[in-house]
Structures are given as structure tokens and as C-alpha cells.
């Protein structure tokens, strides 16, 4: 079973227009609101690729309802922690004549109070053993501690539960010391975390995964954006995967897919190598649908077959 954690979900608004330009008055075209945020978009491709899921986190006010409604459509497993504060909305910006150029506007999101920290702990706690996998990702609102996902980390583990984390900056950062079994940073990421400008090499991302074994991660996946991603195994190894060209929409949820493509591998005993596979082709996927919208099943079983992995 996978259960995803948003901690800070939304209503995602998105807008396609022609030529975004910064000030200027534009006519959308087309408008889509999808129920949001990292850990849920994890939850529906999960679902689009034939897993099992449970979707949890904090939900509150008239946002909230509606991505339970969703969720509900979708027939996605949930069970959210109810806040006194509104769940946020983002707005995303879609320019369609620009292949996957979006400009998003993200809400800080709600107050959460340690009483309700402490009902989303035993919420988890309950689902928590050896075949559970754990997927945090996305944002904390605002006046959160940043470790919280190392909190929750140590809290899962103690359970024999897996855990995943998808986050940057300091929640990164406090994840780490923690030690899941797998992160996801991206290469400016995981280049940031170590204090390195955006124009790290490939062999340098590599070695930037490998100290992150020695802090006791087993499995780091950095995501390259068109250029694939590296996979740097528990045996030191890296694994290459190249990007696919796809006709992409919007680059929005391309790396919760991944992430997704992940936990559906490992929850069903899939070889490795395959998994990273199946991550790319999900990731690709994913920017070829409307809104935040999950890729579809039979279109990632087809570009699967155009990814390649090689040993680096």
C-alpha cells in the first residue's frame, strides 16, 4: 500500500492563454481545476498505473470539500486531517505556445496547530508496517517546522514502514538527517543542497547522490527534466535514463509522477532497473496531459518502450 502525505494541498487552477507576457491583459482559453499538490498528484498516477493508494494530509474550509469531492470521483482512497484553516488555491499559467512553459502563483497555505500535527501522526501510525511505502512531497504551509518531514520520517521508520520524500531546501535538508529509503531532489536541488551552482555535470550529480548514500539514504533519484534522470542505487551504482519527446502541455506533476512510478515499482517487487523505466515514461506522461491531471496507463506502457538505462 502507498499512502501519500500532502501537508499543504490546493485547488489547482489552471489557465491556458497565448503569449504570457508579465503585465499584460490576457484572454484564457481554457480553464481547469484539478484537486492538488505533490502527494495527491503521486496518489492519482499511482492509481492510473494500477496501484493501491491512500491519499492523507490536512484539508480545511469550501477548498478542501472540493478535493475531497474530487478525490471521491476519482475513487481515491482518502483520509485527510480536518483544519480550522482554508485549504489553498495556486493558479498556473499555462503559455500553449510555448511547449511546457508555465508560470505558477502558489499560495503559502493554511495555519496547522500541534493538535492537528499530532491527529495526521496517529492517522499514519495506523497504516504504518513493513509493506507500507510512504510518500512525502510538496510544500509545508508556511508556519510549519521545517522538519516535519523529518519527523515523520523517524516516526515511520520506528514501524518498519518505507518512506519517500520528494521536497527542497530545508525540508530536504531535515529530511536527510532522517534517513528515508529514497529522495527525489532535482538537479539544482540536490546541486543546492551542497552548496554548488545550477551547472553541475552529470558526473557530479553522481557524486552528489553517492554522498547522499553515505548519509544513509538507500536509493537517490535526481530528475533531470528533459535530459532523464540519474538513479544512484544503495550499491553505489548510477543508473542513467534518458528523456523522451513528447508533446508536452504542461510540465506540472512530471516529477510526482516519477516519484509515483517509484513507489508502484518497489510496492510491486519490480526489478530496479525497470522502475526507473517506468518513472521516465510516467514523468513524460505527465506533460502531455491538461492541467495536473495524471498520465494515462496505456500511453506510459508505450513510452516505456523508447527509455534506455545504462551504467555511468
Given at each position: 500500500m502507498?499512502?501519500?502525505?500532502?501537508?499543504?494541498?490546493?485547488?489547482?487552477?489552471?489557465?491556458?492563454?497565448?503569449?504570457?507576457?508579465a503585465?499584460?491583459?490576457?484572454?484564457?482559453?481554457?480553464?481547469?481545476q484539478?484537486a492538488?499538490?505533490?502527494?495527491?498528484?503521486?496518489?492519482?498516477?499511482?492509481?492510473?498505473?494500477?496501484?493501491?493508494?491512500?491519499?492523507t494530509g490536512?484539508?480545511g474550509?469550501?477548498?478542501g470539500?472540493?478535493?475531497?469531492?474530487?478525490?471521491n470521483?476519482l475513487?481515491?482512497?482518502?483520509?485527510?486531517?480536518?483544519?480550522?484553516?482554508?485549504?489553498?488555491?495556486?493558479v498556473?499559467?499555462?503559455?500553449?505556445?510555448?511547449a511546457?512553459?508555465?508560470?505558477?502563483f502558489?499560495?503559502?497555505?493554511?495555519?496547522?496547530?500541534s493538535a492537528?500535527?499530532?491527529?495526521l501522526?496517529?492517522t499514519l501510525?495506523?497504516?504504518?508496517?513493513p509493506?507500507?511505502?510512504?510518500?512525502?512531497?510538496?510544500?509545508?504551509?508556511?508556519?510549519?517546522?521545517?522538519?516535519?518531514?523529518?519527523?515523520?520520517?523517524?516516526?515511520l521508520?520506528?514501524r518498519?514502514?518505507?518512506?519517500?520524500?520528494?521536497?527542497?531546501?530545508?525540508?530536504f535538508?531535515e529530511?536527510?538527517?532522517?534517513?528515508?529509503?529514497l529522495v527525489?531532489?532535482?538537479?539544482?536541488e540536490?546541486?543546492?543542497?551542497?552548496g554548488?551552482?545550477?551547472?553541475?555535470?552529470e558526473?557530479?550529480?553522481?557524486?552528489l547522490?553517492?554522498e547522499?548514500?553515505?548519509?544513509?539514504?538507500?536509493?537517490?533519484?535526481?530528475?533531470?527534466?528533459?535530459k532523464?534522470?540519474?538513479?544512484v542505487?544503495?550499491?553505489a551504482k548510477?543508473?542513467?535514463?534518458?528523456?523522451?519527446?513528447?508533446?508536452a502541455?504542461?510540465t506540472?506533476?512530471?516529477?510526482?509522477?516519477?516519484?509515483?512510478?517509484?513507489?508502484?515499482?518497489?510496492?510491486?517487487?519490480?526489478?530496479f532497473?525497470d522502475?526507473?523505466?517506468l518513472s521516465?515514461?510516467?514523468?513524460?506522461?505527465?506533460c502531455?496531459?491538461l492541467?495536473?491531471?495524471?498520465p494515462?496507463?496505456?500511453l506510459?506502457e508505450?513510452?516505456?518502450k523508447?527509455?534506455?538505462?545504462?551504467?555511468i
Amino acid at each position: 500500500m502507498i499512502i501519500t502525505v500532502t501537508m499543504n494541498p490546493a485547488i489547482d487552477k489552471t489557465l491556458d492563454v497565448k503569449n504570457f507576457t508579465a503585465g499584460a491583459v490576457h484572454r484564457v482559453t481554457n480553464v481547469i481545476q484539478d484537486a492538488g499538490g505533490k502527494g495527491i498528484n503521486v496518489s492519482k498516477t499511482v492509481q492510473s498505473l494500477g496501484g493501491e493508494t491512500i491519499a492523507t494530509g490536512f484539508l480545511g474550509g469550501s477548498a478542501g470539500k472540493m478535493i475531497e469531492h474530487s478525490l471521491n470521483e476519482l475513487a481515491i482512497r482518502h483520509q485527510f486531517v480536518q483544519i480550522e484553516g482554508e485549504t489553498r488555491t495556486n493558479v498556473k499559467v499555462v503559455d500553449v505556445t510555448k511547449a511546457g512553459f508555465v508560470t505558477e502563483f502558489n499560495e503559502p497555505g493554511p495555519t496547522v496547530t500541534s493538535a492537528e500535527i499530532q491527529k495526521l501522526t496517529r492517522t499514519l501510525e495506523s497504516y504504518a508496517g513493513p509493506s507500507s511505502i510512504f510518500v512525502f512531497s510538496g510544500s509545508v504551509p508556511a508556519t510549519m517546522d521545517k522538519e516535519i518531514y523529518g519527523y515523520f520520517t523517524r516516526k515511520l521508520k520506528k514501524r518498519q514502514a518505507t518512506v519517500f520524500v520528494d521536497a527542497s531546501g530545508e525540508l530536504f535538508a531535515e529530511a536527510v538527517k532522517a534517513k528515508p529509503y529514497l529522495v527525489k531532489p532535482n538537479a539544482h536541488e540536490i546541486a543546492d543542497y551542497f552548496g554548488l551552482g545550477d551547472d553541475a555535470g552529470e558526473a557530479t550529480l553522481a557524486d552528489l547522490g553517492r554522498e547522499l548514500l553515505r548519509k544513509g539514504i538507500h536509493t537517490i533519484a535526481i530528475s533531470r527534466g528533459q535530459k532523464g534522470a540519474l538513479f544512484v542505487t544503495h550499491d553505489a551504482k548510477c543508473l542513467k535514463a534518458n528523456g523522451i519527446q513528447v508533446q508536452a502541455h504542461s510540465t506540472v506533476g512530471a516529477g510526482d509522477a516519477m516519484v509515483a512510478a517509484l513507489a508502484h515499482g518497489l510496492d510491486n517487487d519490480i526489478p530496479f532497473v525497470d522502475c526507473a523505466r517506468l518513472s521516465i515514461a510516467a514523468s513524460a506522461g505527465a506533460c502531455t496531459t491538461l492541467g495536473t491531471k495524471p498520465p494515462v496507463g496505456a500511453l506510459v506502457e508505450e513510452l516505456v518502450k523508447e527509455v534506455s538505462v545504462v551504467t555511468i
